[in-house]
C-alpha cells in the first residue's frame, strides 16, 4: 500500500446503484472493505472512493449531509492520460445512469490552454471532472 493515499467519502442513496454505477464507468469495488453500509471503490492505487449510506455517513460529522443533487458540494477533477480516456470514461458515466453538464464557455477556456475536459454528475450528484492536459517537460 502507498504511504498517500486519498479516500473521499460520499455519502449515497442507493449502495447497490451507486457501486453498479462506478462498475459501470470501469472502477472495480474492493469486498474487502465493503459491506452494508459502505463499499471501496478503487479508481487506482492511490485513489478510492468510500461509498457511504446516508445513515452510515451521518455517523462521521455532526452537520447534515448536503443536499449534492439540488447544489455542488465540491467537484472532483480527476487528470486522465488522454482526451480519449476522459471521453471514454465520461461516455461510460452517461451510459451508466450520469448526466453530463455541458458548458461551451468553460470547455472553450480549457481548449485555449491544451486542456480537454468534460463533466459528468453521477446518480447522488456528485460532479466528477476528468481531464487531460499535456503538460510542457520542465
Not at 465493503?34 to 487506482?44: G, K, L, P
Not at 447534515?64 to 439540488?70: F, I, K, N, S
Amino acid at each position: 500500500m502507498s504511504s498517500k493515499m486519498i479516500f473521499i467519502n460520499l455519502p449515497v442513496e442507493d449502495l447497490n446503484r451507486s457501486k453498479a454505477f462506478y462498475e459501470a464507468v470501469g472502477w472495480k469495488v474492493n469486498a474487502d472493505f465493503t459491506d452494508e453500509n459502505a463499499a471501496c471503490i478503487v479508481v487506482d492505487d492511490n485513489i478510492c472512493l468510500m461509498l457511504l449510506t446516508k445513515s452510515f455517513f451521518t455517523t462521521f460529522s455532526q452537520r447534515p449531509v448536503a443536499d449534492t443533487v439540488a447544489a455542488t458540494g465540491a467537484a472532483y477533477a480527476l487528470s486522465l492520460a488522454s482526451a480519449d480516456e476522459v471521453d471514454v470514461l465520461t461516455d461510460a458515466a452517461v451510459a451508466a445512469g450520469a448526466t453530463e453538464e455541458l458548458c461551451p464557455d468553460k470547455r472553450a477556456q480549457e481548449a485555449e490552454v491544451g486542456m480537454h475536459g468534460r463533466t459528468f454528475i453521477d446518480p447522488d450528484g456528485h460532479q466528477w471532472e476528468p481531464f487531460y492536459m499535456a503538460y510542457q517537460a520542465a
